[in-house]
């Protein structure tokens, strides 16, 4: 692919990310060096040669920076790095209950549940995520967050938008970052395979000059379909992952989601 096609590809992706950024207050200066701590680690990581020690003139030669840039980076042994982290206990009791079978009633959707009491209760799904988490503190922040509400007859029900991601501006940047960052990582790994088709699935459907009642019909139809096939991989995966326990080779993660965008029609979007 020709340098310029790229950037143009690049500037496409980077444009929304930009625009989140002022959003955010996160302003260019800092970028700069985000971007250069970046580019050290992702050189030094990635593009290593076999059996050669990866040097800060090698490291120079392919992001472009000075020299003394990439090594003051590499020596700043105390600069905040990146880091993984598992899904918290509001994450993993929504995946529990929309998954396992014991939570959900005969036409698949999760049940509500008692407060207490023994399986399937609410006290018991918590349980089963972790013994020392309190049952009382996790409804607490299910209905903080609108994930849940308490029905008439007194029992937690999840409502139907739990899925969604929540206005918690905590889980919306996790959320942000996760999905994103796991659809970036996908689409490099497989622009970086070419000629060949990359290994990781990456399809979208996508079309110009339909009216607003199309559109609207469209995404419907997008968004049910998507969350059928989300809820049966939420299952299928809850699943094995409770089968592959203890089995010293379960050290892969596994991420599959979906979107929907609807916009008018744009220089950038025209054909």
Do not use: C
């Amino acid at each position: 692919m020709p340098k310029r096609t790229f950037k143009g590809a690049i500037t496409r992706v980077l444009r929304p990310l930009v625009r989140a950024m002022i959003g955010r207050g996160l302003g260019f200066p800092e970028l700069s060096q985000l971007l250069k701590e970046l580019y050290v680690e992702e050189a030094q990581r990635s593009f290593r040669l076999e059996r050669t020690r990866v040097t800060d003139s090698r490291i120079s030669l392919l992001t472009g920076l000075q020299r003394r840039d990439v090594k003051a980076i590499r020596e700043d042994v105390q600069r905040p790095r990146e880091i993984a982290r598992a899904p918290g206990p509001v994450s993993r009791v929504l995946a529990l209950w929309s998954g396992d079978d014991a939570y959900l009633d005969e036409t698949g959707a999760p049940r509500p549940l008692p407060r207490t009491g023994e399986a399937p209760s609410f006290e018991s799904l918590v349980a089963e995520i972790g013994r020392d988490i309190h049952a009382r503190t996790v409804l607490d922040e299910f209905l903080r967050l609108e994930l849940a509400e308490i029905d008439p007859a007194g029992r937690v029900a999840l409502r139907v938008d739990a899925l969604i991601p929540s206005p918690d501006e905590t889980m919306l940047i996790a959320y942000f970052a996760n999905n994103l960052g796991d659809h970036a990582e996908a689409a490099a790994a497989n622009i970086l395979a070419a000629p060949e088709p990359g290994p990781f699935f990456e399809r979208a459907v996508h079309y110009n000059r339909l009216t607003q009642a199309s559109v609207d019909a469209l995404d419907e139809m997008a968004r049910a379909r998507a969350m059928e096939m989300l809820n049966a991989m939420n299952s299928a995966a809850l699943a094995r992952q409770k089968a592959d326990a203890g089995n010293p080779e379960a050290h892969m993660r596994f991420r599959s989601g979906a979107f929907v965008y609807i916009s008018a029609m744009d220089s950038e979007t025209k054909p």
